[in-house]
């Protein structure tokens, strides 16, 4: 059955470092998503992109945060420059269509935990 | 704004027991509601979403859930806890279709 892969499993970085977090959505799915779920707490929303421009966006997703589909397969996450509430299980998820009509399928996570 | 709560972040029931996992909504456009479970070490899975059709759904693993507009609910209930229920359930409700908000989550714990 195909998944939604994302590496790497676990990240550790320094305050201010930058990092990119990398997702495979599965291959004939059009939208796409990153969820973000600090420990303890809500599953939250930062972004959804379709046809390769963000078409929704949380509070949560301020200039520090960028995606990007480089390729035609990876969809990543990029934070420019670390903070300590950044450490959080960052998932990926994708849709063939709207998540309304199709199902939204989750990576597995990656944790990042910033020192 | 949309937001979910469930009530109880922890819950256990005896294999064979009914299950029941709350979930109240607030929304202020038409919900569409759904219920994700989340293995350890694995991503969220859909269980079943309510999208305006019949408020009763049902979904994978014997689960189902209905939705109760006059209550603002969405509680999962599946009639016999098996093992392999074991698991974190999330709720969630979306206005849009594309921004979904989650709850806190529950953790189920099924005691043999």
């Known amino acids: 059955e195909p998944e939604v892969t994302q590496t790497p499993s676990h990240q550790v970085t320094q305050m201010g470092q930058e990092v990119i977090l990398r997702c495979v959505p599965i291959?004939?799915?059009?939208?796409f998503y990153w969820y973000r779920q600090i420990l303890g707490q809500k599953v939250e929303f930062l972004v959804s992109f379709y046809n390769n421009e963000i078409s929704e966006k949380s509070e949560i997703f301020d200039d520090q945060f960028s995606v990007e589909r480089p390729d035609g397969s990876n969809f990543t996450l990029k934070i420019r420059s670390t903070k300590l509430e950044d450490s959080a299980m960052y998932f990926c998820a994708s849709s063939e269509r709207t998540p309304i009509v199709d199902e939204q399928y989750f990576g597995p996570g990656t944790r990042l935990t910033v020192t | 704004a949309q937001s979910v709560t469930q009530l109880g972040s922890h819950v256990s029931v005896s294999e064979g027991a009914l299950v029941l996992l709350r979930c109240n909504y607030s929304s202020s456009v038409p919900p569409y509601l759904f219920w994700y479970v989340q293995y350890p070490n694995q991503g969220l899975q859909l269980l079943l979403k309510?999208?305006?059709?019949?408020?009763l759904v049902k979904g994978i693993n014997g689960f189902e859930a209905e939705f109760k507009k006059s209550e603002t609910s969405f509680h999962l209930t599946k009639p016999s806890a098996h093992m392999s229920d074991a698991a974190e359930y999330f709720c969630a409700v979306s206005g849009t279709g594309n921004q979904f908000y989650f709850g806190t989550g529950t953790s189920l714990t099924v005691i043999p």
């Open positions: 291959s004939n799915h059009l939208y």
């Open positions: 309510y999208t305006s059709a019949a408020t």
